[in-house]
């Protein structure tokens, strides 16, 4: 025993060995954040030519590395497909995950997973192309269908086709590129996913108005950022620099005017607890108190990361809808820091 | 000189020592046992320690170690499912279906690439330098590429190449083929039909019977009757007569195109077609090179040999070369079987559903049993690979030469 | 032939006509006794079934390579900035696109300031690599003694560290990760396949049953169920709290996995060994290590060599697999640059470039060993 233990350590060497004590501790020690993200989904997250991540997911992990490291870039990010992304981050190789993953109950609960605030408010829609005339889900009837395999929107389609009592042939697929690719070559007749998700990968295609999104919405996915169970300090963090970002937008907190807004305590008691000139909150998630004018630094408030990535100016052109603030009737509501 | 005297004394206790542990050392059975016990030692040690840390890193997220999962209902659909499934049935169901089309893939790529393969053996063997040339050529290139590229050209080429279902190659109206597959019409027996599967069987029946008589009149006699032409005539000619003389008891479902897709019918989907043609074209570039390597083993004095005795070419190739050959290629050929079956787990690169993509991927994913899962598929192959080469084996023993 | 039959033929024909001797002129050979035509004859057109095949396989030909050679070479685009522009231009392939993405093949995300590291530690393994296959090459000894360390040398020159500066090993990718996953499952599969081998037909039950239960569960399994376990399974079974590097674990699983079908052709290899070669050895009085170093894996490695380079092509074509579990071999590159929308659909020209690729090095590989095959038949054949 003591022998293998000896060998084992003897490869440990190799390894980053740290304490079991808490993932903060951990990410600290590494001096890097091992964020799991989608193999490519633009506008969400995808590598540009040089392998720089870019993307609205992409800017949450910045955000959470700004925080508790300091530093935005000291991300490496874990590329992950539909199936692969719970193990990742259970078996800890991700410390968390942003790739738009719906929340669940089952997936909160039996896949020990423990969620972090919504970040977008979505629903899985169809896309078609418009020269099939189909107007409904509904007249789907026989149609081949892309999904990627390991999703909600898989469950939720063998549900609504059910439901409905119609027929249809799932072609099952890894990666949302492996997706378009069939999909443009008509191996199937129409593409489910997020709705958010089609929008992207239509704003990819060449003649994107050949393809149009079914009007129908058939699930409510709210997607979020996920950590593992079993260590409340970590799904802390995660769930208070997700709703800073949001708070941030509230409260009119920009990349611009952070710097001035944090440099002295002012008028406004909310900014003040936020960026650390009121209260000790930092301390309270085992942080500093700058954590969250760090992470407002690098990566904006949660409006400016929407209008960099997917918003209207963008080529993906999402509207804000649901995800607008709650007082611009969206339901983005975020607990306060206080 | 007394501390000499001690010196010396020293230096016996010592040598004896040495001498005992040496003893020991050198002593055949005690070693054995020593290195026996530590190996041991070590690897229980080993499975210990990295169970005990399986166990304590599930408790840490509060995961425990169950089966019961299998019995939930899966939720998901799967294209290509032989015996009923629907998204209601179980996780248990879905690795069955999984199962299934493995095998289903598996023993389709094994007959293709056998015929292939000794196809291409023949042809490198061949007289005709063209041929010889091609035959080389298309070897060189599918064994020296990787099977996964193989697959995914195959089905890109299947995907892009081929017409869509609104416009797909028609087969005299009842067979189609279309980038979603190839449609063909599905038959449904009439109760006159079964006179005709008896017939079959019967067929069958007497062929054996009939190969076992004339081989023992060949021993006793010499006489030679026309095994295969009679072995045709019972099993193949018979049947089909008596089907169109029954007028034809089968009622044919034919697809046609109705909506998006075919509706009726069989449909062998691009995915499956992929798997399969990639699988056969890859391995029987290898079969094609072990049938070559078994049939040059033979000694070109064996062929004269027979031809001496005045056995025609087909008999010299039937009872002379190749059983000789077969020993040579047999066991070769059953690692090669071993590796289609193993091969067809890279379905998931398409998305055919087998047995990997299903348990091991869909529901693994969906139920977070990874640690339940990989031990449920690592174990399904091995025991397919049990299975096929225990036959092998089987079939190997029954070739072999048997020395007297 | 008779002077009254020339004479009887008198005529035209100069066959049959009647030459004083030292005048008769020079005649065309016979038809097709010799030369290309009967090299055609012979080879082609023989019997009717061969004529057959002839035509056939001429017939396969022509509907296979005029299309080809056009798409890929005459009608092809060799220069553009996107797909649209190699559309403008020809109606084939596009190996603009290609030629872009060429370095990303190469050195996959590794950093352009360190690539020199990369070509450093390349021309070392050609170094290693010819002094290996080369008898004749000069300094070979040193080079092979240099040979032993170089996995080190390349590690630290990849990896950096000690001076350079560290590169994480997700930014390996392309020609360069399959290299790395290739030599080093060459380099450490052969000896641990050695010892498996040698495991597997020891006298002691428990090393033998051990060594048969860990190669047969290898080679039972595929290789992505392992490297999906490696991949994202293992830290379950390492102590809490620690992980090691994922190329590492990739590299582990797949020297193990070429280790067990090695040390199944080792075994070949020893079991052609006829017994009274251990006999003779233990006659001589050598324990159990020098006979075997001296006596059996000399001859039984030379047996087996055919099988260890078909195993060592194997392992090569096997790395592509690695694009499953997210690393970016060249096919992986390949995939993740059509998802460019520059280059849209250009999937024909990745797969064919990847192919060729393995194509060269595996061919190569294959020639290698034939050669040596044939070189080392010292006189057990015929």
Same mark, same amino acid.
């Given at each position: ?338 | ?92 169901? !879905? ?310 | ?6 004479? !009887? ?374």
């Amino acid at each position: 025993m003591k022998a293998i233990k000896f060998a084992a350590a003897a490869v440990m060497s190799f390894a980053a060995v740290s304490a079991q004590a808490g993932t903060l501790d951990d990410v600290k020690a590494r001096g890097e954040l091992n964020c799991v993200v989608s193999t490519g989904l633009v506008g969400f997250a995808a590598p540009d030519a040089d392998g720089k991540w870019a993307g609205f997911d992409v800017d949450f992990c910045r955000a959470v590395a700004a925080a508790v490291l300091g530093d935005a870039d000291k991300v490496k990010f874990v590329p992950s497909t539909g199936k692969t992304r719970f193990t990742l981050l259970n078996s800890g190789e991700g410390d968390i995950l942003f790739r738009n993953t719906t929340e669940t109950m089952s997936r909160d609960a039996d896949l020990k997973l423990s969620f972090l605030p919504v970040n977008y408010y979505d629903g899985q829609g169809f896309m078609v192309p418009k020269a099939l005339g189909v107007a409904s889900a509904k007249d789907l009837d026989g149609a081949s269908i892309c999904i990627q395999t390991g999703t909600t929107t898989e469950l939720n389609l063998a549900d609504f086709f059910r439901i409905n009592n119609i027929s249809y042939e799932p072609v099952p697929i890894e990666t949302n590129e492996e997706a378009k690719t069939n999909y443009l070559a008509e191996r199937c007749d129409v593409y489910t996913t997020d709705a958010s998700g089609l929008a992207a990968t239509r704003a990819a295609f060449e003649a994107p108005d050949d393809h149009v999104l079914l009007p129908e919405i058939i699930s409510k996915e709210p997607l979020g950022g996920a950590v593992r169970h079993g260590d409340d300090q970590w799904a802390d963090i995660g769930k208070w620099v997700v709703n800073a970002l949001i708070s941030a937008e509230e409260a009119g907190i920009t990349m611009d005017n952070v710097a001035e807004l944090g440099k002295a305590a002012g008028d406004n008691p909310t900014v003040n607890r936020m960026l650390g000139t009121e209260g000790d909150f930092g301390s309270m998630i085992g942080l500093d108190a700058q954590w969250a004018m760090r992470a407002i630094m690098a990566v904006g408030n949660y409006g400016e990361i929407f209008d960099r990535h997917i918003g209207p100016d963008t080529a993906i052109a999402l509207q804000r809808g649901l995800n607008a603030q709650w007082k611009d009737g969206g339901i983005l509501y975020s607990a306060p820091i206080r | 000189m007394s501390s000499q005297v001690s010196g010396h004394a020293e230096n016996v206790v010592t040598t004896d020592r040495r001498g005992l542990l040496s003893r020991i050392w050198n002593d055949k059975e005690t070693r054995s046992v020593i290195i026996q016990v530590l190996a041991l030692a070590l690897i229980c040690a080993f499975f210990a320690y990295i169970i005990r840390n399986a166990v304590v890193n599930l408790e840490a997220i509060g995961k425990g170690f169950s089966f019961d999962f299998l019995w939930q209902p899966a939720s998901y659909d799967i294209n290509q499912h032989l015996i009923e499934y629907t998204s209601r049935s179980s996780h248990f169901r !879905a690795m069955i279906v999984g199962l299934i089309n493995t095998v289903l893939v598996a023993i389709a790529g094994i007959v293709l690439a056998t015929v292939l393969g000794f196809a291409l053996g023949v042809l490198r063997l061949s007289k005709n330098w063209l041929t010889n040339k091609l035959a080389h050529v298309y070897i060189e290139y599918m064994r020296n590429v990787p099977i996964l590229l193989h697959i995914l050209l195959v089905h890109g080429i299947i995907v892009h190449t081929l017409p869509r279902p609104k416009s797909a190659m028609n087969f005299g109206d009842t067979v189609f083929l279309s980038n979603r597959g190839l449609v063909s019409p599905t038959p449904h027996p009439e109760p006159l039909f079964w006179i005709v599967a008896a017939m079959f069987v019967a067929g069958v029946i007497f062929a054996i019977l009939f190969r076992r008589w004339a081989r023992r009149v060949q021993d006793q006699t010499g006489k030679i009757y026309p095994v295969f032409w009679i072995s045709l005539l019972a099993v193949i000619v018979v049947p089909v007569a008596l089907y169109f003389l029954l007028g034809s008891p089968i009622q044919w479902e034919v697809p046609a195109l109705k909506g998006f897709n075919f509706k009726g019918g069989w449909n062998i989907r691009p995915e499956f077609i992929a798997l399969w043609l990639a699988l056969s074209l890859y391995t029987a570039a290898f079969i094609g090179e072990i049938v070559r390597a078994g049939i040059t083993a033979v000694n070109y004095g064996q062929t004269e040999a027979s031809a001496a005795l005045g056995l025609s070419r087909g008999r010299t190739l039937n009872l002379v070369v190749i059983p000789q050959a077969l020993r040579v290629i047999v066991p070769p050929l059953s690692s090669q079987y071993l590796n289609i079956t193993k091969n067809s787990s890279l379905a998931i690169a398409i998305g055919y559903m087998d047995v990997t993509a299903t348990i091991g991927g869909i529901s693994l994913n969906q139920t977070g049993r990874e640690m339940e899962c990989m031990m449920i598929v690592m174990l399904i192959y091995l025991i397919l690979s049990l299975l096929i080469s225990t036959f092998m084996n089987w079939y190997n023993n029954r070739i072999k030469l048997v020395e007297r | 032939m008779t002077t009254e039959s020339t004479q !009887a033929g008198a005529g035209a024909d100069p066959y049959k006509q009647h030459y004083e001797p030292g005048t008769h002129p020079d005649l065309p050979p016979p038809f097709a006794t010799s030369g290309p035509l009967l090299w055609l004859r012979e080879n082609l057109f023989s019997s009717p079934a061969n004529i057959v095949m002839s035509l056939v396989s001429l017939f396969l030909l022509y509907k296979i390579l005029p299309g080809v050679i056009d798409w890929a070479v005459l009608d092809a685009a060799f220069t553009g900035a996107d797909r649209n522009e190699c559309r403008a231009k020809a109606s084939g392939a596009c190996w603009a696109f290609i030629s872009e993405r060429l370095r990303l093949f190469t050195f996959g995300f590794y950093p352009v300031e360190e690539r020199w590291r990369v070509w450093l530690a390349f021309v070392l393994l050609v170094v290693v690599v010819v002094a290996v296959l080369w008898e004749k090459c000069p300094f070979r000894k040193p080079l092979l003694w240099f040979g032993i360390v170089y996995p080190l040398v390349a590690g630290w020159l990849l990896v950096g560290g000690m001076g350079l500066t560290p590169v994480s090993t997700d930014k390996f990718g392309g020609i360069m990760l399959t290299l790395v996953i290739g030599v080093t499952g060459i380099a450490f599969s052969l000896p641990i396949g050695i010892v498996l081998a040698l495991g597997r037909q020891s006298n002691l039950p428990i090393i033998k049953y051990s060594c048969v239960g860990f190669i047969e569960f290898i080679r039972g399994v595929p290789l992505i169920t392992l490297l999906f376990v490696a991949s994202t399974m293992l830290s379950y079974f390492l102590p809490p709290g620690t992980s090691f590097d994922l190329l590492l674990r990739v590299l582990i699983m797949v020297t193990l996995f070429s280790a067990a079908y090695m040390a199944e052709v080792i075994r070949g290899g020893l079991q052609a060994i006829p017994k009274g070669q251990i006999e003779a050895a233990d006659a001589m009085g050598l324990k159990y290590w020098p006979s075997m170093r001296l006596i059996v894996l000399p001859q039984a490695l030379k047996i087996s060599i055919p099988g260890i380079v078909n195993t060592f092509i194997g392992l090569f074509k096997d790395t592509t697999l690695v694009i499953i579990i997210g690393l970016l071999d060249p096919l992986g590159i390949g995939r993740a640059s059509l998802a460019d929308t520059k280059w849209n659909g250009l999937t024909y020209e990745v797969y064919l470039f990847v192919a060729l690729f393995f194509f060269v090095a595996c061919f190569a590989m294959a020639r290698y060993s034939l050669y040596l095959e044939n070189k080392l038949h010292t006189g057990h054949k015929r």
